[in-house]
Structure formats: C-alpha cells, structure tokens
C-alpha cells in the first residue's frame, strides 16, 4: 500500500543498469494483471539501447527522461498477435473493431499500471508519458509496429536521482459516487478544486499566462480547442488506418 499511496512520477534518473532479472521481474508481474477473456491485447517494445533511446527522444519532444532512464517501455494495444493465431487455426479474425480498439486499449493500460507498480515495488522511478497520443503514427513507424498494433502509453523506468513531493490530488468525495451518479454543484465545484488552485506552482502557472485562473489555464493555454482537434484528427486517421477494418471506421 505504500507504494500505492506514496507514488509520484521520476523525470530523473541516476546512471544505474536495471539487471535483466529484474526487469523480466516486473514484465512477468505485469502480464498478471487482468485482462479481458485471457487474450492478453497488448505488447511492450523495450528500448534499452543507448543510441536506439537518442533516436527516439524526438519523437518524445525531447523530454530528457527518454535518455536518461534505463530502460523505455512501449505498450501497445495489439489485435496484430491474437489475428495471426486465428488465420493459423482457420478461424475468423474478428476483432479489428471499435469495440477491441477499446478492449485493447483497457487491457494495455491495466497492464502498463501493473508494471509501474512492480518497478516501484523494486525500488525503482517510473514517469508516464502521454506523448503516444500526439505522435502514435510516428513511434509506429520507429518501432516498426505492424497493422494492428497501437502505441498506448510509453513508460520510463530506472534507479531514482530524486525524491519529489507528491503531486495534489482530488479528495475522494470529488472521485466517488455512492449508488449513482451525483452531479455537482458549482459548489462542490468550488469546494472540489480550491485546494489544487491554492498550490503556489499553479498560483505561478496562473500568473505566467496572464489568465484568471487554473481551469483557463488547462483549457487555453495546456489542451487548447483547435490542438486537441488537430491531434485528434492525426490519431483517429492512424488508427482507422492501422487498426481497424473498412468497414469499422471512425
């Protein structure tokens, strides 16, 4: 529980190799995690290569942690594997759709959590990077995935070379609703989100933007309407084209 509890994302690493032991430790721990009707939907791309991770780096927009971590984790959501099995067998390869996109897509991230917390549980730092979701096409192309295959999210795993504080979180009534949905107030909105505007970095990231506050902040400055449109557009025309059938477009 205290891993659970006390974790918080490692940007910088020291220069220590994580042994085969125990990276094989934590990737046989997460493929215990659950999955849906034991298909197992994903794979991981390990990147350890010193000049493999410089090559790669861009498509990260440079964030250091790409090289400076031992070890880069790709997981990706993957019909690729489970498709081929059935031409093998004669049966009927039916689930490059909407519906396994998501599967997939839950099955890989369960799995990439899983893994998170058996590196921390060795001791080790491990930052998330949400950079799959602006440059899918492009890391598909480095890795060589091949149809089917998706990149969902990109882990950074090696020996910690810092102790950050925790990162604010939404207290549990914000998060929980008991029986049935309970929508808010504006309120239990004021109530919810006072103490992560009170933080002195987001008083700072209010100040920088010249704005009047924190939402305005993450709406027009951190994902803003025409970016998140234009991204949006680039992954959905990725994964029509990588993932799903003609017939199952979106």
């Not at 067998?89 to 396994?100: C, V």
């Not at 950074?156 to 950050?164: A, F, Y």
């Not at 925790?166 to 008991?178: D, G, K, Q, W, Y």
């Amino acid at each position: 529980m205290d891993t659970l509890l006390n974790r918080t994302s490692i940007r910088k690493y020291k220069q220590e190799s994580i042994s085969e032991q125990t990276l094989d430790y934590i990737l046989k721990a997460g493929v215990r995690a659950s999955n849906c009707g034991n298909m197992q939907l994903y794979s991981v791309v390990v990147t350890r290569d010193e000049q493999r991770k410089k090559e790669y780096s861009p498509l990260h927009f440079n964030q250091p942690m790409i090289t400076a971590a031992d070890t880069v984790l790709t997981i990706c959501a993957d019909i690729n594997r489970f498709h081929h099995w059935c031409e093998v067998n004669n049966a009927d390869k039916s689930l490059d759709n909407f519906l396994f996109l998501n599967v997939a897509t839950i099955d890989a991230t369960i799995l990439a959590q899983a893994i998170t917390t058996a590196a921390e549980s060795k001791g080790l730092g491990v930052c998330w990077l949400g950079t799959v979701n602006y440059m899918a096409d492009e890391i598909a192309k480095f890795l060589e995935l091949p149809k089917g295959v998706v990149p969902i999210a990109c882990l950074t795993i090696g020996v910690p070379d810092e102790k950050p504080d925790l990162t604010e979180r939404l207290p549990l009534n914000a998060i929980v609703h008991n029986e049935k949905y309970r929508d808010y107030t504006d309120n239990d909105i004021k109530q919810i989100y006072k103490e992560i505007e009170k933080n002195p970095q987001n008083i700072a990231f209010v100040k920088e933007n010249n704005l009047d506050n924190l939402a305005q902040v993450f709406s027009q400055v951190r994902y803003p309407k025409q970016g998140n449109e234009q991204t949006s557009e680039r992954l959905k025309k990725f994964v029509n084209d990588t993932f799903l059938s003609s017939d199952n477009q979106i």
